[in-house]
């Protein structure tokens, strides 16, 4: 078959349609692509953007994977997903809860006994439940990692920090909140969860994630990459900017490249699966869809609080609002990586946003209110072929 491309727009770098795709143009199209140029214009170094309905899916990209050639951001990146990766995690336990090996209320200290404990700190108070929605007021340990300035970030990215070792940080500092008090975004609740997945497995919480979701749903670029700071092929590289330390008003930096690091600090269960926009959808639409999950099971993944500034969080799934109505998404963002998705109650349609950077502005503007994703995800959602 003769290989096509569609050129759009220009916005200092090559803008492109897929060809795989190209049978697909339509509005949305356009529209994506616009977002997606509108993206790049305002400082992100590279945009994809796949949109994924019953009629097939469009595929959009912007600017560039590698600033030092030059060249577009790969069509069938594989990139990190992040805290997306939240959402296999808990589909998976409730998977587990399902088949009667775990309850939602089990307490962390039934599997994890004497772990949880220390300065307020009591696993025997928090549940699972809690775990899953960010309600058990345990301390972010990734608040305590030297890696939010460039100099933190360059001398440890490769650094090696065990799930154990990531929870003693966590609880060596009192609790936010009483557990189920309120709501307070903790990647030590991952963590944690990843650990009473093992616990209750025998296994490990990756091989959990890829019986049960990645091979079953024929994720194929999809994978769990442990400690390796390597992204597979075809990837874009990853850049961002720093705060300039002791900068007052605070100040980005020069753009670094922060591609190689390890993406399972703390163990990786709170957010160290690569994927690919393909397969993100894939997996958003059979979850909604009711392929991955019994109705009762992905009734309780969409039991929610109030999340502020967020939306609203269940079990690993955010509950947003769009121009349209409702849906559902979980977004992810590591340095030099940002990803955005959402999709309809229905799981007929779905969108997911690849950005190779967390700082998509240019040094000296001011940062976006919200997120700046969010016109992408809605006008994909919200549009119509």
């Known amino acids: 078959?003769?290989?096509?491309?569609?050129?759009?727009?220009?916005?200092?770098?090559?803008?492109?349609?897929?060809?795989?795709?190209?049978?697909?143009?339509?509005?949305?199209?356009?529209?994506?692509?616009?977002?997606?140029?509108?993206?790049?214009?305002?400082?992100?170094?590279?945009v994809l953007v796949e949109l994924s309905t019953a009629k097939g899916s469009v595929k959009v990209r912007s600017g560039h994977g590698d600033l030092r050639t030059g060249t577009p951001m790969p069509w069938n990146a594989h990139f990190r997903i992040a805290s997306f990766s939240k959402t296999f995690l808990s589909a998976t336990m409730l998977q587990l809860v399902g088949e009667g090996r775990l309850s939602l209320d089990d307490t962390v200290d039934r599997w994890l006994p004497g772990v949880v404990s220390g300065n307020g700190n009591d696993g025997r108070a928090i549940t699972v439940r809690q775990l899953l929605q960010h309600t058990s007021g345990l301390h972010d340990y990734m608040a305590e990692l030297d890696l939010f300035t460039e100099k933190g970030f360059l001398r440890h990215r490769f650094d090696k920090l065990s799930a154990s070792e990531a929870v003693k940080l966590a609880v060596g500092k009192p609790p936010e909140f009483a557990p189920g008090m309120s709501w307070s975004y903790s990647n030590t609740n991952y963590v944690l969860a990843g650990m009473v997945?093992?616990?209750?497995?025998?296994?490990?919480?990756?091989?959990?994630?890829?019986?049960?979701?990645?091979?079953?749903?024929?994720?194929?670029?999809?994978?769990?990459?442990?400690?390796?700071?390597?992204?597979?092929?075809?990837?874009?590289?990853?850049?961002?900017?720093?705060?300039?330390?002791?900068?007052?008003?605070?100040?980005?930096?020069?753009?670094?490249?922060?591609?190689?690091?390890?993406?399972?600090?703390?163990?990786?269960?709170?957010?160290?699966?690569?994927?690919?926009?393909?397969?993100?959808?894939?997996f958003l639409r059979a979850l909604l869809g009711g392929r991955v999950l019994k109705p009762a099971l992905l009734a309780e993944m969409k039991k929610t609080v109030p999340a502020p500034g967020l939306g609203e969080y269940g079990l690993g799934l955010m509950k947003l609002t769009s121009s349209c109505g409702a849906y559902w998404g979980?977004?992810?963002?590591?340095?030099?990586?940002?990803?955005?998705?959402?999709?309809?109650?229905?799981?007929?349609?779905?969108?997911?946003?690849?950005?190779?950077?967390?700082?998509?502005?240019?040094?000296?503007?001011?940062?976006?209110?919200?997120?700046?994703?969010?016109?992408?995800?809605?006008?994909?959602?919200?549009?119509?072929?």
């Open 1 to 46: 078959m003769k290989r096509t491309s569609v050129v759009i727009v220009a916005v200092c770098a090559a803008t492109l349609v897929s060809p795989a795709v190209a049978s697909a143009a339509s509005q949305s199209q356009r529209t994506l692509q616009r977002d997606a140029d509108v993206l790049v214009a305002n400082g992100s170094p590279g």
């Open 197 to 282: 997945t093992e616990k209750v497995t025998g296994r490990d919480w990756r091989q959990e994630i890829t019986d049960r979701i990645v091979r079953p749903l024929d994720l194929r670029e999809t994978s769990l990459p442990h400690t390796s700071p390597f992204l597979p092929a075809p990837h874009a590289r990853g850049y961002d900017r720093f705060v300039v330390e002791g900068s007052n008003p605070p100040r980005l930096g020069r753009r670094v490249d922060v591609t190689l690091m390890n993406p399972s600090m703390g163990g990786g269960a709170d957010g160290s699966i690569n994927s690919t926009t393909e397969d993100g959808n894939k």
């Open 330 to 385: 979980h977004g992810g963002s590591l340095p030099g990586n940002s990803t955005g998705n959402g999709v309809t109650e229905d799981g007929k349609r779905s969108v997911m946003v690849s950005l190779n950077t967390l700082t998509p502005y240019h040094p000296g503007a001011e940062p976006p209110e919200g997120n700046p994703l969010d016109p992408v995800i809605d006008h994909a959602l919200c549009g119509r072929e």
